[in-house]
């Protein structure tokens, strides 16, 4: 038997545990899923013979590395922070290591000591980053070994509500950490090149600059910048590309009501209210509207975010509740983002019946035999139920996977690398399409370009 450890066991391991047991007697796997709540993982694990639940505080070094030493191979669920002192441990005790999340500078300064240790550490091997990676890197390189010269890659992915279960004016819900989704574009300058002029939204602008996109059978969706676009010209091996950009996608109008949060200051995470748990929603609000003894808060926010009266994105404000003055919120010491995702919390929520969905959309324009081309690549998948998630399959599913490939030694790569090896993303994309996940491709005539008049030859 082979030991898979699993540190973590929050809401997107669900579909990577069921996919490990549906293998783990064909495979002579042995799970041990670690996490502080056991009754969370016993109701995974569901009585599997192939599975043990463990309780113990996987941030501390005492108490895990016992465990990995056990271990054929880790794979890390903890919040991102954590991965770094778990790959550390994993390159003394010379086993393999996989996590979903970005590659930090710190994990990235551990390459040297991984392939010394002859050990694998994949990062990035989710949904978004992963499953982006390896349809754009399966693209990219067909692209080039036909002897084309990429012109254009843009990328979209978005976390959506499923159409059968979009249901408020907002055409959204919460399926991922709420949190993330209140703080998004927070952290940095947004900075892409479109055909050779370098770009940049800062965030007081980011909900203002979008895209639209058109996607088969789902209808327009717009996408907003991703921070930094120029970071994905090294990954991809796209240097002196002269367009590449990278965004998030949200039904349309979506973007222009958010921006009167973002406008207001209803995002900033950095400092606490005064008497916050005193606030009722309308309190809230109010607190960054000018003072006016006579005017109501309506009419301030209207007259302060330049909001029409016949305008829809004032029924967005309105059913998401912001002028409730009855209730107090609660929240002792909290944060403008906290309060506001209070809020959202509340209206935002999946119903028991709901399913999400996502979205994902390339576009790539290239040179070939002296003619422009234009492929796009779509994917849209929608989640099962609350537990297995799209989201939750579109993370689980690349991680499990990647865990078998390496296993049966079809992955043989070492150090700190990402899925843009044709020998990671060849036999992960097919076996995704077993499971729904499908890329549609398609040749679009003419290309678009941004300035038409530019031949690029």
Request: charged share 25%; hydrophobic share 40%.
């Amino acid at each position: 038997m082979k030991n898979i450890l699993i540190l973590g066991a929050g809401l997107s391991s669900s579909s990577l545990i069921r996919y490990l047991l549906q293998n783990a007697e064909k495979e002579q796997w042995h799970l041990k899923i670690v996490d502080q709540n056991k009754e969370a993982i016993e109701k995974k694990i569901n009585g599997s013979k192939y599975a043990t639940a463990m309780v113990f505080n996987a941030l501390d070094p005492i108490e895990r590395r016992p465990e990995i030493e056990k271990a054929d191979i880790v794979i890390s669920m903890l919040p991102a922070r954590f991965h770094v002192d778990v790959a550390k441990d994993c390159i003394q005790m010379k086993k393999n290591l996989i996590t979903p999340s970005y590659v930090s500078p710190e994990m990235k300064a551990l390459n040297e000591e991984a392939k010394e240790a002859g050990i694998i550490i994949m990062n990035e091997i989710g949904v978004d980053p992963g499953i982006d990676h390896m349809s754009a890197m399966r693209v990219i390189d067909e692209i080039r070994d036909a002897g084309g010269d990429m012109k254009v890659f843009e990328s979209f992915t978005g976390g959506l509500v499923a159409p059968e279960s979009d249901d408020n004016p907002w055409n959204y819900k919460f399926t991922w950490n709420p949190r993330n989704v209140v703080l998004a574009g927070q952290g940095g300058t947004a900075q892409f090149i479109q055909e050779g002029l370098y770009k940049y939204i800062p965030y007081y602008k980011l909900f203002r600059r979008t895209e639209i996109i058109d996607i088969d059978g789902y209808g327009r969706l717009e996408g907003y910048a991703n921070r930094n676009s120029l970071m994905y010209r090294e990954l991809y091996n796209l240097e002196g590309i002269p367009t590449i950009y990278r965004g998030t996608l949200r039904r349309v109008g979506f973007s222009r009501a958010w921006d009167v949060f973002v406008q207001l200051g209803a995002t900033d995470d950095s400092y606490t209210l005064e008497g916050s748990e005193n606030m009722s929603n309308r309190d809230f609000i109010n607190s960054f509207l000018p003072y006016n003894h006579s005017d109501s808060v309506e009419l301030k926010l209207r007259h302060y975010m330049k909001i029409d009266l016949d305008d829809s994105l004032w029924d967005k404000l309105v059913w998401l509740g912001i002028f409730d003055g009855n209730t107090k919120m609660g929240l002792k010491n909290a944060t403008p983002a906290q309060m506001l995702q209070k809020i959202l919390e509340a209206k935002w929520e999946l119903k028991p019946d709901d399913k999400d969905m996502i979205v994902m959309y390339h576009k790539f324009v290239y040179l070939l035999n002296d003619e422009l081309k234009e492929i796009t690549s779509e994917m849209v998948n929608i989640g099962e139920d609350q537990t297995f998630t799209s989201m939750s399959n579109t993370v689980g599913l690349p991680v499990g996977i990647c865990v078998k490939k390496i296993l049966n030694g079809t992955i043989q790569l070492k150090g700190v690398v990402i899925p843009t090896h044709k020998e990671v993303y060849t036999p992960i994309l097919k076996e995704l399409e077993e499971y729904g996940i499908v890329f549609k491709e398609k040749q679009i005539h003419p290309p678009r370009l941004y300035n038409t008049e530019e031949t690029w030859k």
